[in-house]
C-alpha cells in the first residue's frame, strides 16, 4: 500500500509502497478513513521532535476495524474507531491509577515506533519500518494494539471523529481534565491552531466567563472568536502581559501553552494570577529550557504538563462525540482543507503558512 514515509528530517513525506503485515495477538487491522495533519507530525518533519527511520506519520485518525489478531476480545471487524496514539499496557501503575496516557509501555512504544512487542507490521524491501505512535494512520491500513482503539457511534462521521483522535481530545482535555477549569473563570490561550482552537472551546464548554485568545496570526484569532473566545490579542503587535492584566487585574486564573516554545510556557506563567495554573501543552524542542522567575514562588502559582489532554481515551472520546453530534462540540469549523495522501506535503505547507485550522487527509 501507499503511505507517507519520514525518511530524514528537512525533506518532504515520501509516498511510498510498503508492506503492512497481519495484526499478532491483541492487535486490530482497521482501514483508516481519514487522518489529520497535526503540527507535531510537522515538528518531526522540521527535526524539533526526534523521529525514528523510516516511519509512518498520522497519530490522529478514525476508521473501521478490518480483521482481528488473537485473542483481541475488545472490537471485531465492522465496528468504527477512533485511533488513540498512546497505547495503554493495563497494568502498571499509571494504567491501574487511572492515567493509561502516562502509561509506562505505551509511551516507549509510542516513542520508539513500534508496536507494544517492540517489533513493526510495517516494512519495506523486508527491512522494518516505525509506525509513528503505534497509529501509523498517514496509510489506508494500519495495524495497532487493541488498546489503542475506542470504539465510537457508528452514527458518527469518521472524518469528524478523526480529530478527536489528537487536536480535540488534547485541548478539550487539557481544559477539563488537566486543568479542571471551573465556570466563570478567566482563562488565557497562547497559540490558537489545530489544538489551541479546542483549549478555547473546551473553556467554553466549562462555562469560563473570559477567555482570551493570544496568538500571532488575525486568521487564528477569528477563528478562535469563532470557537468561543470573548477577547483576542495579537502578541505580535501588543504587549500579551499588559493587555490581559488590563483585562483581568491579577492575572488569569488560567493559562495554558500550545506552541512548544519556551517563552510562550513562561508567558503562560507570567500572565496567571496569585495561585493560578499554568498547563503546557505543547512541546518544546529537546534540550529546551524555561527560567521561572525565583521570587514569586510564594505566590502559589502552579505549572504543569498536560499529555493528551490528560485522558482515559474510552471515557472521554465517546462523550466528545456525543457533544458533536448533540451540536455542542465544533468539528466541522475545524476542517479547513480536505486532502489526498498525495497532497500531505501540501497540507504541511499549509500548516506553515498559518492558513488553515486543520487539514484532514481522506481515504474516503
Ligand atoms: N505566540 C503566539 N502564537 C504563536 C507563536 C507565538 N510566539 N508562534 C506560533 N504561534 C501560533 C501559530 O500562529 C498557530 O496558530 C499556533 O501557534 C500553532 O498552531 P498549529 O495548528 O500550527 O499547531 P497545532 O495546534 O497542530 O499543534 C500544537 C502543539 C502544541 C500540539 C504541537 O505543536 C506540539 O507541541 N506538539 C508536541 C506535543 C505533542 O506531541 N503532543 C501530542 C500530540 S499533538
Ligand atoms: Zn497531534
Ligand atoms: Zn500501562
Known sequence: MKAAVFYRPNEPLAIDDVDLADPKPQEVTVRVAAAGVCHSDLHMIDGLIPCPSP????????????????????????????????????????????????????????????????????????????????????????VLPESSLVKIRQDMPLDRAALIGCGVMTGVGAVI??????????????????????????????????????????????????????????????????????????????????????????????????????VVVGLAPAGAEVSLPAGVFLQEKTITGSSYGGTRPRIDMPKLVDLYLLGRLKLDELISRVYPLEGINDAFEAMRRGEVARSIVSFA
Not at 465496528?79 to 501503575?93: A, E, K, Y
Not at 517492540?118 to 501509523?136: F, I, Q
Not at 471551573?182 to 489545530?194: D, E, F, H, N
Open 177 to 278: 481534565n488537566t486543568a479542571k477549569v471551573q465556570p466563570g473563570s478567566s482563562v488565557a490561550v497562547i497559540g490558537c491552531g489545530g489544538v489551541g482552537l479546542n483549549v478555547v472551546q473546551g473553556a467554553a464548554l466549562t462555562g469560563a466567563a473570559q477567555i482570551i485568545a493570544i496568538d500571532i496570526n488575525d486568521y487564528k484569532l477569528e477563528l478562535a472568536q469563532q470557537f468561543g473566545a470573548t477577547h483576542a490579542l495579537n502578541s505580535a503587535n501588543e504587549d500579551a502581559l499588559s493587555a490581559v492584566r488590563n483585562l483581568s487585574p491579577g492575572g488569569v486564573d488560567y493559562a495554558f501553552e500550545v506552541i512548544g516554545r519556551p517563552e510562550t510556557m513562561r508567558q503562560a506563567f507570567d500572565l496567571i494570577r496569585r495561585g493560578g495554573l499554568a
Open 55 to 142: 516511519c509512518v506519520l498520522g497519530h490522529e485518525g478514525a476508521g473501521v476495524v478490518e480483521k482481528v489478531g488473537e485473542g483481541v476480545t475488545y472490537t471485531q471487524p465492522g465496528d468504527h474507531v477512533i485511533l488513540s496514539f498512546i497505547p495503554s499496557c493495563g497494568q502498571c501503575p499509571y494504567c491501574i491509577a487511572g492515567r493509561p496516557n502516562l502509561c509506562t509501555a505505551g509511551n516507549r512504544a509510542a516513542t520508539r515506533g513500534t508496536l507494544l512487542d517492540g517489533t513493526t507490521r510495517l516494512s519495506k524491501d523486508g527491512k522494518p519500518v516505525y509506525h509513528l505512535t503505534c497509529t501509523a494512520c498517514f496509510a489506508p491500513y494500519a
